[in-house]
């Protein structure tokens, strides 16, 4: 589900309650007695716009006390803010690296920084091209595409992967994000563990291969393929619209992204090693041959202090990842942005970071 226009920049919320004094033990709906007012502030993943709708609407049900405000200008930029103090939260496409698990340090204090990942959605590699309505891409000519070693759209790897498709003599006109992304990253991580020799770059969030046609944030490139023909990009499956949706080789299959094909990627991955207590990062299985596992996931997280300099500030954070990760602000998300709900155990395990969260 897209969002309309008026959530294209800053996305304005009004929300309340639903501390995690009381989850209903089930991981149910978030509830609490006590009335919170003041103003909260996150920036980061634009990925997460529409999940944030979902938020919006179930949250701001609770007690319309809280003003929660959060500008969608990338992963990149909301890590960035969050590390300088200008925010209170992050939500970011890629958990941070070490140099920024420093910086956290700085900003938090000894109790360190909470990841959690909040929000599990595919990410689609989205096209436009006239009288081609299913398409099939493996690892290695997906990366072809974005290497721009695989040119025109019947280049025989691509007709080797649709045998039943009738493709056209036209270029290919690869799109990808201008802006430092989180998605880009996710793309790129699971391009270098997946496609082998036909991907020599390293993940990154800065786009790595030179030329093509680049856009701004999850909307310019879902925009700028919209608007070609023979282009193609990649962008959270919840803001692909009308556009066509590859499947993607996994194993002896083509998987179509999905929340439930997501949600099983997640479940067959490991946290990475060496984190803080309540720093729940997890290495994703980018080459997995699970039959109805979609391995281009991305895990949007929540980036945030342990221990901050104030109660208020404290108590609004501790409130509004309880609602989060509840099975109601879970599904609401998912009604939304089309996102696999975080399962049982992750969400215990959320509850911990949750509980932990207090005032210096």
Not at 45 to 69: D, E, F, I, K, R
Not at 290 to 318: F, K, M, N
């Amino acid at each position: 589900m897209a969002l309309s226009a008026a959530l294209a920049g800053t996305l304005a919320l009004t929300a309340c309650g639903a501390a995690n004094e009381d989850t209903g033990g089930d991981g149910g709906a978030a509830t609490t007695s006590e009335s919170l007012s003041g103003d909260l502030v996150g920036a980061g993943a634009s990925s997460q716009q529409a999940a944030m709708q979902g938020w919006q609407a179930g949250y701001s049900s609770v007690q319309p006390g809280v003003n929660l405000s959060y500008d969608p200008i990338g992963s990149g930029g909301g890590r960035e803010q969050f590390l300088s103090g200008g925010t209170d939260f992050a939500g970011s496409d890629a958990a941070l690296d070490e140099e920024e698990l420093a910086q956290a340090k700085e900003r938090c204090g000894a109790s360190g920084v909470f990841e959690l990942p909040n929000y599990i959605a595919p990410i689609a590699v989205v096209y436009n091209l006239e009288g081609v309505e299913e398409l099939n891409l493996s690892p290695a000519t997906l990366a072809g595409i974005f290497n721009q070693q695989i040119t025109t759209w019947n280049d025989p790897a691509i007709a080797a992967d649709n045998p039943d498709a009738t493709l056209p003599d036209q270029a290919i006109t690869p799109v990808n994000r201008s802006d430092e992304s989180g998605t880009t990253e996710n793309f790129t991580e699971y391009l270098a563990a997946a496609a082998g020799d036909a991907w020599s770059h390293e993940p990154s969030g800065d786009w790595p291969v030179p030329g093509g046609e680049a856009a701004q944030g999850t909307s310019g490139v879902v925009s700028a393929v919209g608007a070609g023909q023979g282009t193609i990009g990649y962008a959270d499956l919840s803001q692909a619209g009308d556009l066509g949706v590859a499947s993607i080789g996994v194993g002896d299959e083509f998987v179509a992204p999905s929340a439930a094909a997501a949600a099983a990627v997640v479940e067959n991955s490991e946290p990475v090693a060496g984190r803080g207590e309540y720093d729940f990062a997890i290495e994703l299985n980018r080459d997995t041959t699970g039959s109805g596992e979609y391995p281009i996931v991305l895990v949007s997280y929540h980036i945030g202090c342990i221990e901050y300099d104030d109660q208020e500030t404290a108590a609004l954070v501790r409130n509004f990842m309880g609602y989060v990760i509840s099975k109601d602000g879970q599904q609401a998300a998912a009604d939304s942005a089309g996102s696999a709900p975080i399962s049982d155990g992750l969400r215990e395990q959320a509850q911990r970071a949750v509980d932990a969260i207090t005032a210096g």
